[in-house]
């Protein structure tokens, strides 16, 4: 998978610098660390551009700690997790330096603050209860080097409320527009931006919402071009979507 | 059901002017004809303002024949029959003076145009594609005696042809919102307006619009008040509850 | 959105009372106040003919508070605070005047009582569970200015006891019809009367009630004209949707 | 499976009659005939109080033929075969005496009249449409020897003409309820009556109909006691346990 | 509804011992007890052949209190009440002389045993975990005066278990069948006996059982005849079902 | 919603060149045309930096000729109709210098080509049978000036096919995933790269692919970052997404 | 991806025979051959043990020929065509030595016969529509070398059927039990033997089958072990997985 | 069902040895063990070649000792009881000797550790998460007599690590594929061996995951040939059929 490291193999090989037994051994040796219940991907920087994500949902505190540590001795910085429980953040808290924000539950370890890439990204939300889906959202963009700007509570039933900032909308590279119940607001916004606009559905809502199911198929819908669509409450995936888009062409 | 009728029927009783046995024999006696394969109710029109409708989709002629037959005895004017096939039409248009529109598949037979409400209703759609929706919510309250407001192709992916209708909308006593894909038309007219809008889902689309689910869902979690919903392509049940709310208080 | 305001604007710069860019700093100021979690809508008494709710869900009593006293300063009277859980209610209790309803969890702050509409909104259930709901639609359309009349555990399974109120029913200019289970009542209401039914699917049930999408769908597929359907559960917007067709031609 | 079969074959090898090799032959010779294809049972009757029943929809007409031909070597009488398409029915009629009723695609080869439980059966629908799938429903009971009184175009949002056929629903031994769209009419009829009430959703409608599962949903959910359901447009099914029902205590 | 009840009111009008506007009034007087949060239905016995059954699920301790006590003035034995929490069957046991059994939750007051019924009804169960619900639809029949003899734990993976009880299988007027998972037990039961088989889905199992959805749609596509479908976990509605079968004809 | 044009309005009110009232009607005249079936968005372009997109599928030949040609007087070159079926096309291309491309049934009036987009757009398919789609992205998004690699038939079941492609992956602004059945190619290809990849399911497949559900869930829950999902055989929308994101910082 | 490939090129460089770069070009080499709308999968016998298989449904006539071509050039006997129209057959039969079976729609490329595995694999079909399935199902794993005998029309709802086959049951290596409606086959059918059982849902059925959704569910959920399952009407594939438990060990 | 058992009983009448009466009465009577809540399968082992396995997610602890000690009177080792709450678990543990693994929940009871196939079995998981599962298949196989190999945290998204593993793979005789989320990588492993491929969906994952459809789904759909699915979660059922598979031809 990447040819700068099988072309020197090769050479190697060629040059009589090892054996072909051992460039056979060295080609599986792939830059992963087994610690049995995971397998943490050092190379992952390289072939993606960012360094992995601990999803903290369904892991202990002690697996978390596991992998922070594995990590950590090949990318210092920014160690992104989300869906950290509480309990679980008050134990990493004690042996790492560890930002956490209990809105959206994600966790930082050595958290710094950088801007890699030349535009803003903005994260809209329909209402007050999008926020933490929208926080995730924010906080992973500004991990990974962009500048966000928050426009929180600017839902479809008041217009105004997101007519009168259609200048933030027009200044972004690219857009995160939050929504749960009818999930209209990422069409509002697919149609008054010229940027992509990354919708998040959220499982806010009650009764038909089906737990974000509705605002989901109605952002899959949408009526304006541009607008592309993550799981339902994926705000990390949002940031980190909309910081590939940031950083294109830069 | 009806009280002045039983009333009338216990008071011939008790002046003698019938007996008990007949009494009860009236009393059971309902006010519908029958085909056989259908019941025509001739008292609806009492009981619920309007005429009884011919719903077309699933008769033959000849049944839809008859039940015209039978409801011409009662009401003379404006008897509709909706989704009513050409080849059906053909057929009716040859023994009735029949007024059908290609586009909403409708049928009035003796169609008068008489305005019997103050208010306006005004019918929008999303796309060109909603049209024969909504033409069968115009004529359906036109046909029931309101004035009506067209505005289509006014989706919210392009908001400045719905802001540039607001005093359209403002006008209007009730508003038929009818939209497919995402269906936001139907919050985002909601937000804009203080009188009830009636969301009629359509089963434009492809995909995961899944023949009107999405724009289903999405206006049964509209943020804004005021909005309620009938079924996916009902547009003749739209048009009849806006003259209900258009009559109300008249 | 408000042609008075833009035209006065527009008036201002042409009598040079203001400058054009000043005009247009304040086309775009929209009488909204942003409390950071919330834009709170003051414009909203105008352009809707009501004051804003505040849906108390997912809110913090902290924000609710905050919301609350950002309406008080421009609406004094019954502001609604919806799904608020009793907590949150003894903890706006100790700083507001605020009614509050267990059974439905509807919260009023300066609740007043005040007739502003001619006719009658029938709330009928078709059981005991559905009360809350009922309850929710009902204080609503009290706090707008409705007169209600409550016709509880009415369903279908014991017709007499629905057609034993039918003068009740014929008397309404709007009937809510909240049931779960199978949700027929809407249509056989519908049925009956001559006037919108607002049907409210409720959650109640088990197995393939599926949390009221049996019922939701009931109401949707209704045989009855004039039967239009909110969200599940939803008696907010029942009885705001209510009070609109009983305050039409007012 | 057969109490007396099994105790006759082994009667027989304790009086010597037949070897006990003979006798485990015969027990796991199973009185059906195999025609590749098919594997006709003619033990049905015996196990079940009526004869095999023909589903024709996925059949060739030679099958259905083959499988008549076999079935008429042990029962001469009322051999149904259902949803028998046109030509097939045409291709059968001239190799058997066959009854053919195109409304609800049902065929009776040998089709004879005579009653054999007392009570009666009341086959209801909801609208005009729903009448194919109820003639299959009264067809089948009366080929199975029962008195069948049909009742169509009954459905709730005209209550009237349901009530006033009371004396038909109380007389029955078993009611059959055939609804689409809404699907409410098994609800009300089972709270009218205290006999058992088979619910057949039918495919009739659109939209939210989604082609029968709205009326199964509303029928699996009725609130009267008594009412069970069959499948969507199982007119057969219904037709059939009616029909036990009915010869109950017979 | 009751013709008896009307033809004589209509008498009694007649000789003149009551008006016409006393005999309107007492029409309209239904049977039934209005408690406010519930209108108890003293009718039903007359009406349907079995008292009201109270649903315990969503009233409150007080509520199911004040039902029971208006049905005891006019129905003194075997009241039911389903799905009772066992915090209110013990504050109704030191009111009523209760019957409760905590593996069902069904409670009943005045507990009285009588066999009015001349058969058999046979509930059987696909394993353990279905007891719960299967012992609802027992209890239901017993209370109703009816035989039932238990078969629990013969699912379909292990068929010997069910073929070595063909014996009281084949002595049923009806069999009760209770399954979750696969449900396939009704099909093979509809096979093997030739009464009425009333399928009982549970919500047993996991993952793409759905809570007893699988269930529930195997049960309704069975190719046995004579199978017909409650809701799920529907355990009183099945031995109320069985038990009006097992009435027939008697 | 166009700032400049608002400003130019008022400061043409202020030097007293145009009267507030004109100024007022102005601000609401917008830059569409009303067709009357479609109102053309001439100012598209300025606000969302491509022309509008003419959505064939639902349309007459006459209404889409209509629309190209008020399209035509505001932009003269590579007008894209979707969902073109092949009569329309014929009937455009007597009228029109149409290019039309009957696989994935895309028209274009006046396609130019000019590639204004430094980096590359990969368009890859699982299948054959998913060539459709993918061309109606590759046409799309080289119709708006990008350069697009095609890489067709590489699905995950024969991973040799995307992995001998790895330099082509690589090279990538943007990779649009095209797939059926169960979709993982989006997941695959996201893992191997680090450029946003533009999921686009297709209802290719049969069974449990439920016409690209499947494919689409899957997309949804890809547990490699940088994935987002546009709708079912929406070629369209991932072309147009593609373009803005290679034209992200040019 | 195939260790001995990769090794022999790492040896040939380091023996000199070859250079790295030339290595490194030949590790990219994969054994595909691309047709530009297909790349033929030339190296998958070796990898899977079974040749390419030619899904045939969306491809064209034209397509289909090519990729025969290219495989005739590596397997010369065998090659299956899966779903392929009657008239895709015609033509093809005009070019290579086609098997063609119409109620299966296979086509055999060159079919020959041959045994290589030594135990026995069962299909067995709940009806007779469910044999076009299971001849797919059949007719590819005979091409792939084993014995299969057919069982046909053994339903659970008579159950007599399948027992009087216990013997052939027994005798498998594995049981392809394909059924539609309930679905029960699988379950009952792996109670009832000790080899791997393969579910296979069929679409047959009507209303609440939901084109084999209901067998699909009935089976995931089945109660018996051993059981697992593929799409639903995907008889090629039960064959192919039966053909690899069957070489198993061999 | 047990040939040789009926022959056994036939022969003891034939030769005198019981009576024709006594003969009867043995054919019914079925090695099960009735303990009145479950009917204890004793012949299973002869049956299905593998010991009865106790579901322990819905009996209460008293009832699996009741069937552990049932089953302990036949079958002396490796009782395995699936989904075990802890609290049961140290119950049981008290009475029998009792293997617990708390990640699966999995319980055995007189564990052996014995190796009766000569193949392989590979458990592998995409993620972390999905490590319960695959230890109740893992735990299961071992305990059925099969060497298994763990490969945890192999996810598609990092494809290097799958890779890497690829001699694994390779010398499998079936693979139990366990994933969450998207579930492509049961699809992936298929297309790189050429042994049976068993995936189990599990419910891990959050929104459009659907607690597991979606990775339900994508299995159902694989493009690779191989593959079949158990139920959401079902380790034990993957882990028994891998089993059966690796003793095939054995």
């Known amino acids: 998978m990447e040819n700068e490291h099988i072309r020197q193999i090769l050479t190697d090989i060629e040059h009589g610098k090892i054996s072909a037994s051992e460039g056979y051994a060295r080609l599986k040796l792939t830059p992963y660390e087994d610690l049995g219940y995971a397998k943490v991907d050092h190379h992952r920087e390289v072939r993606q551009g960012a360094p992995e994500v601990i999803y903290g949902a369904s892991k202990t505190k002690e697996q978390i700690e596991g992998i922070i540590g594995s990590l950590l001795a090949h990318c210092p910085e920014n160690i992104l997790i989300t869906r950290l429980a509480p309990e679980s953040a008050a134990y990493l808290a004690d042996r790492f330096p560890l930002f956490y924000d209990d809105v959206s539950r994600i966790g930082i370890v050595n958290r710094t603050s950088h801007v890699s890439a030349k535009g803003t990204i903005v994260v809209a939300t329909g209402g007050t209860s999008d926020i933490p889906v929208a926080e995730e959202a924010a906080l ?23 007519l009168s900032n259609l200048e933030v909308l027009s200044s972004a590279n690219a857009v995160i527009a939050v929504a749960g119940m009818e999930g209209a607001l990422a069409s509002v916004i697919g149609g008054l931006t010229d940027c992509p606009v990354i919708g998040v559905p959220t499982s806010i809502g009650y009764g038909a ?42």
Chains 1, 2, 3, 4, 5, 6, 7, 8 share one sequence.
Not at 142 to 162: I, M, Q, T
Request: aromatic share 6%; net charge neutral; proline share 0%.
């Open 140 to 162: 992973t963009a500004e991990a990974l080097g962009n500048k966000v700007v928050r426009l929180y509570d600017v839902g479809v039933a008041g217009l105004h409320r997101l």
């Open 209 to 250: 919402s089906f737990q974000g199911v509705s605002a989901l198929l109605s952002m899959l819908n949408s009526c304006a071009s541009g607008v592309s669509v993550v799981n339902i409450d994926n705000g990390f995936g949002a940031g980190y979507l909309a910081s590939m888009i940031n950083h294109t062409g830069g």
